[in-house]
């Protein structure tokens, strides 16, 4: 008889259609072909003409098939019968979910609409949700960007005009230095492990890796620098200190580039101290050698002076802002020495690593024969690349001095000249954008009016005090506190503290909660056990719950679901239409422009519909402007992909940028082209624009890129876009908060916003870190991404929950045997906030006094339809339950406890956790803490006993199980 492995056909035929369309089994958007049998997914494989993965599928690609088929898929709209966190819920149809969804909603636009608090997670779809919420009238909207990377977006948008991942990326091909800060494994997933594949493939190449932990990305690195966490910020600058001692530092960059020459104010007291000087008509102004006076710094061909004291001929007394920042840290507080003591990082580390990345810029100076214009007209028959680049994201992002740390890393990446040109940091389309890019946020008081829209979205970029979302006595606007003196430049808002401030009613209460994707109850928020507590509480003065309604959506039987009272089912990924769009985040590469879209390649067995399509016929439903007509019918009654074609934002700009126009002959701006979808889905759902050679490097400054940047719609106009070496809107902070300007703080937010706001990149302790006695909680604690999951995505796919079943507390074999641990033993981790028990794992790769898990694996017992004791709940903990959504009581303000987040931007600062650790008594092997089980709510709990997937696609008469047989 022939053995069994004798009958494996190696290349079989799986399908009988293949349908393209983009992954979401993480945020990275690769593009995937599904291939179907009898109209059943049968097999995922990448897309090799994409530009985002080239036909690259990771793990989880993979097995988006078991997402797609999870048993904790939701599958009717359920109204809630018993009390929150019951999990009892009865199953009602569309049409009765509609009415009370309009019910609560409809009451609300009517009377106060910002007693609506809409907030959406890991979604693709925040163009529409913000146009959605700008409609409805309510400032209080945002997306999960602050608690996840904002600090990255906006230190990146306020210096560079770009950021890493989405806004810009390595130029993997040129680069000959690259360093990765802290972890970054859970976004850009693909082009980093393709990008760093060929970059290993090089021997002149290296790759330093910047994170206590060596997992991940850091395993692979040719140099890994097991720092402090919290501390990177201290080791760029003083990277920054060495350089700029060794004067390798590239001044002509600066000089074209960068306001680096621009005079700014040097005089104590006066209400424009730290202001640049300009001219009668707003140009900034540098000193130029040459002629010996100020002139327009915006000028081409003048030759300013970096350094030196000036006076105007008003008597001003000015430096260039170049002269600032050389000061600043040539100061012996960012030594090597002093550094060495707060990173953990030798002296000489730091000097080598200065030296190695000055020697890369500077003695590897690439030149590429390709002519250019720049913005003033002046033709360049080269290209010249200083071939060092950097990538960050959450690591260093999650940290309450991560705002400052990002922008230090941005400063070192001016200082040596490295940005958007060849080897370099290169921009993605729709980037650069003028720092800070606009919009600025809407929500003033008189910006928000019963049963009308919004002038304009939520979310911006503020510039200065004037611009913030406070009332005259300087309290927030929004339920976030977002936009106000707490957290000024939160152009993500602070959906962490959301349902802190709606329960607390601080500054006021909310009537709905409505979230879509975002596991609140659980993984998503900071103390989740006081989550769920605030979630159930109920006002005793009304005996209703203190959030009375919460309307959510999601996909799957998530913890968040049995705290709602009125559930919307959402598809899966592979059931229905989406919009990576150039309005909000694109596939773009630095090659060029790009969108994409998923169709939906198989139809819902359920009864469940795409949210899109919900909050469209929602919005029809209530009236709101820009979803309804004048005539009271709905402006898209197809639903998402009519919204995805027709909807126009402005004159000839849509969701997607491809194929417009009556004949689908125009990118970018075009009349709406019936037919767009259609010419996506031929092109295998996505559409790029390849930028001609000459435009490929120096887009800030590249003439014919920024007059089609221009012409696409990105940029209000075609004028050079300057990086922003020293920043005056945070300079407009520290003037408001000396007592200049009519825009005041309240008085206990003075010193506060003084030590923070600072034009020039910082660094300073974490703030909980300097609020708790740090020899009672000696270690850090942080959590990592593992390859397999994308947050809690994966807890409910039978072939992922086999790579990560559970997690385990990470520490380093030192320490271990310090505290008398070893290997599978139990411990308790402690926290100001909280106490857990977990199950430890020892290892060498870490930096000593850091222990770390993976993030979200562990769930709530029941949760997802998991059995009751799978080891996700059993085993997995979550650090969550450790972290504090608010500083230590006595912590700055005295009056107020602040939210623990970076003051500057309201990022959450998840890594700034703090803790001690003992061995836990032998016994139960279970993790703490514990809930009682959630109930399976209805619609789910038909489970297999075992999952299994693929023998229902084997030819009649193959081998089959003997129990299905
Ligand atoms: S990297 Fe993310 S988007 Fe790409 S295939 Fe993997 S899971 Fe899908």
């Not at 600032?324 to 953990?344: F, K």
């Not at 003439?703 to 004028?719: A, C, Q, R, T, V």
Request: charge should be negative.
């Amino acid at each position: 008889m022939a053995l069994r492995q004798e009958q494996v056909e190696t290349s079989p035929k799986v399908s009988d259609e293949v349908k393209y369309t983009t992954c979401y089994m993480c945020a990275c958007r690769c593009g995937i072909k599904v291939h179907l049998t009898d109209g059943q997914v049968r097999y995922i494989e990448g897309n090799p003409d994409h530009p985002v993965n080239k036909g690259v599928l990771c793990g989880k690609g993979s097995s988006g098939i078991m997402q797609h088929l999870s048993p904790a898929r939701l599958s009717a709209p359920l109204k809630r019968t018993g009390p929150r966190g019951s999990g009892e819920f009865e199953e009602i149809s569309w049409e009765e979910a509609f009415e009370i969804a309009t019910g609560w909603l409809g009451d609300i636009r009517k009377t106060d609409p910002k007693k609506l608090a809409f907030f959406t997670g890991r979604d693709q779809s925040q163009s529409l949700t913000a146009f959605w919420a700008t409609k409805f009238g309510t400032l209080n909207h945002a997306a999960h960007g602050g608690f996840c990377s904002v600090n990255m977006a906006a230190a990146g948008l306020y210096t560079i005009g770009g950021s890493f991942w989405e806004f810009g990326e390595p130029d993997w091909e040129l680069t000959r230095y690259f360093m990765m800060f802290g972890v970054a494994e859970d976004h850009d997933s693909n082009p980093i492990k393709t990008g760093l594949g060929r970059l290993k493939t090089r021997e002149d190449t290296k790759y330093v890796s910047v994170n206590p932990v060596r997992t991940g990305y850091s395993a692979i690195a040719d140099e890994w620098i097991g720092i402090k966490p919290g501390t990177d910020g201290m080791f760029v600058m003083a990277i920054i200190h060495e350089l700029l001692r060794a004067q390798k530092v590239d001044l002509d960059f600066l000089v074209r580039y960068t306001n680096a020459p621009w005079l700014v104010r040097v005089e104590d007291g006066h209400p424009e101290d730290g202001l640049f000087l300009r001219d009668d008509k707003g140009n900034p102004l540098a000193w130029d050698k040459h002629r010996g006076e100020p002139v327009n710094a915006l000028l081409p061909d003048i030759v300013p002076e970096l350094s030196g004291l000036f006076e105007m001929p008003d008597g001003s007394q000015v430096r260039p802002a170049f002269e600032l920042m050389a000061r600043r840290y040539l100061g012996q507080e960012y030594s090597a020495v002093e550094a060495a003591e707060i990173t953990g990082i030798p002296a000489a580390t730091i000097k080598r690593i200065s030296a190695e990345l000055a020697h890369a810029a500077f003695e590897q100076e690439i030149e590429l024969d390709v002519a250019w214009t720049d913005w003033a007209g002046r033709k360049h028959d080269k290209m010249i690349g200083r071939p060092v680049s950097m990538h960050a994201m959450r690591g260093i992002s999650a940290h309450s001095n991560g705002f400052h740390t990002c922008r230090a890393i941005h400063l070192l990446q001016m200082l040596l000249g490295s940005i958007d040109c060849p080897g370099g940091f290169r921009y993605k389309a729709p980037f650069p954008r003028p720092c800070p890019p606009g919009p600025k946020p809407t929500g003033k008081p008189g910006q928000v009016n019963a049963g009308e829209p919004m002038p304009g979205p939520p979310l911006g970029f503020i510039n200065g005090p004037e611009d913030l979302l406070v009332n005259d006595d300087g309290s927030p606007c929004r339920i976030d506190k977002g936009f106000s003196w707490e957290h000024p430049f939160s152009a993500h808002g602070l959906m962490h503290m959301v349902i802190h401030n709606a329960w607390a009613a601080d500054p006021y209460p909310v009537d709905t909660l409505f979230l879509y994707m975002a596991n609140m109850a659980w993984n998503s928020s900071m103390n989740s056990k006081g989550t769920m507590e605030m979630l159930t509480d109920i006002d005793e003065s009304t005996g209703e719950y203190r959030i009375p309604h919460i309307i959510y959506s999601d996909a799957y039987a998530s913890e968040m679901v049995s705290y709602a009272d009125l559930v919307l089912p959402d598809t899966t990924y592979l059931e229905r239409w989406d919009c990576v769009s150039l309005l909000d985040r694109p596939i773009s590469t630095a090659h060029g422009p790009a969108d994409s879209i998923r169709q939906p390649v198989v139809q819902p067995d359920r009864d469940v519909r795409p949210f899109q399509d919900v909050l469209i016929e929602l919005g029809a439903r209530l009236g709101l402007p820009g979803f309804s007509n004048d005539d009271g019918s709905a402006m898209y009654p197809g639903g998402y992909p009519d919204y995805l074609v027709n909807h126009q934002r402005m004159p000839g700009i849509g969701p997607l940028a491809g194929w417009r126009g009556a004949n689908g002959d125009q990118h970018g701006k075009g009349e709406c082209n019936p037919q767009q979808l259609e010419r996506y889905i031929e092109n295998g759902c996505f559409w790029q624009h390849d930028l001609p050679e000459s435009q490929q490097y120096y887009k800030h400054a590249n003439k014919d890129y920024l007059e089609f940047s221009h012409e696409m719609g990105f940029i209000p106009s075609s004028d050079q876009i300057i990086m922003q070496l020293y920043s005056e809107p945070l300079q407009r902070f520290q003037l408001a908060a000396r007592g200049h300007g009519t825009v005041q703080p309240p008085e206990e937010l003075r010193k506060r916003i003084s030590k923070f706001f600072d034009p020039l990149p910082i660094w300073y302790q974490p703030i909980e870190e300097s609020m708790i006695p740090l020899d009672e909680y000696p270690l850090h604690a942080i959590t990592q991404r593992p390859a397999a999951m994308y947050h809690s995505w994966g807890s409910q796919n039978a072939w992922l929950r086999q790579i990560h079943g559970y997690n385990r507390l990470c520490m380093h074999r030192d320490l271990a045997s310090e505290l008398g641990i070893g290997d599978d033993d139990w411990v308790y981790v402690e926290s100001h906030h909280g106490k857990i028990k977990a199950q430890v794992r020892t290892m060498t790769g870490c930096e000593k006094n850091t222990v770390w898990t993976w993030n979200a694996i562990g769930k709530r017992r029941g949760a997802w339809n998991l059995d009751d004791d799978a080891a996700e709940g059993e085993k997995g903990f979550l650090l969550n339950h450790l972290i504090s959504e608010l500083l230590p009581v006595d912590g700055e303000g005295k009056k107020r406890r602040m939210s623990n987040s970076d003051p500057v931007t309201g990022q959450a600062a998840w890594f700034d956790l703090r803790v001690r650790i003992s061995k836990a008594e032998a016994g139960q092997e279970v993790s703490e803490p514990q809930f009682e089980p959630l109930k399976p709510v209805p619609g789910v709990q038909k489970k297999p006993k075992i999952l299994r997937f693929g023998e229902q696609f084997l030819p009649k008469g193959s081998w089959r199980r003997k129990d299905q047989a």
